[in-house]
């Protein structure tokens, strides 16, 4: 059982450029979740989606765009990077947005933009 | 705007002690509040806390909740090197947008 995967783990990109990362998960959630981790900073939500065929922004939502692709696989897009954007993604599902349970964690991505 | 705080934010101790972590909040709709676990990847969840006064334990681990006065605390008895993590506390806001709002933790090393 895999539970979330996120691809890629690692990636370099120059300021400008555009890059997509995915992430699935096999444990037939309704809710998926994008964070992002910098130092001193904790986790903040970037994007949501309750359910398939919904998106919603969270805290920190500029310079990035969403797709939910279907219930398993929810996508995170910067069409521009900046070096602001250099952090460690996490993509996060649960059973259902408002019930307030357990996050379950993809393993991260490591996003270096120059 | 929601907030949650965690103290210390880094803590050395010498295997065999005991620690105490601590989460303070502020938010609109509390539902729950989280205690995750992150070495070096992934958060894992360890407990979730619903009701003031309860506490939830696992092996050396217990955590308690007081929605009195808006904390929640983590023990470790026993501590072991391998619970060298980082601590995330995170609440559960039931209105707006349904979301996990983190602290930003307490980086634990536990020194043989």
């Known amino acids: 059982n895999a539970g979330v995967t996120q691809t890629p783990k690692f990636q370099v990109l120059k300021t400008g450029q555009s890059m997509t990362l995915q992430c699935a998960q096999d444990?037939?959630?309704?809710?998926m979740y994008w964070y992002r981790q910098d130092p001193g900073m904790g986790l903040r939500l970037i994007y949501y989606s309750a359910s398939e065929g919904t998106t919603d922004k969270g805290e920190v939502p500029n310079g990035y765009n969403v797709s939910r692709l279907n219930k398993r696989e929810f996508s995170l897009r910067l069409e521009s990077a900046a070096p602001s954007q250099t952090s460690v993604y996490f993509c996060?599902?649960?059973?259902?947005?408002?019930?307030?349970?357990?996050?379950?964690f993809g393993e991260g991505s490591r996003l270096t933009v120059l | 705007e929601d907030k949650v705080v965690q103290s210390p934010l880094s803590l050395v101790v010498h295997e065999g002690d005991t620690v105490t972590l601590n989460c303070s909040y502020e938010?609109?709709?509390?539902?729950?509040l989280l205690w995750y676990k992150q070495e070096k990847k992934a958060p894992t969840f360890l407990f979730m806390l619903?009701?003031?006064?309860i506490e939830k334990k696992s092996g050396r681990l217990s955590s308690i909740l007081d929605k009195k006065e808006l904390f929640s605390i983590l023990n470790i008895t026993a501590t072991q090197t391998g619970d060298s993590a980082i601590y995330l506390c995170a609440v559960f806001n039931q209105g707006g947008s349904e979301k996990l709002v983190f602290g930003k933790g307490t980086k634990l090393t536990v020194n043989p």
């Open positions: 444990m037939n959630h309704n809710s």
């Open positions: 619903t009701s003031s006064g």
């Open positions: 938010v609109t709709n509390f539902r729950s």
């Open positions: 996060a599902s649960s059973e259902m947005v408002g019930v307030a349970g357990e996050l379950f």
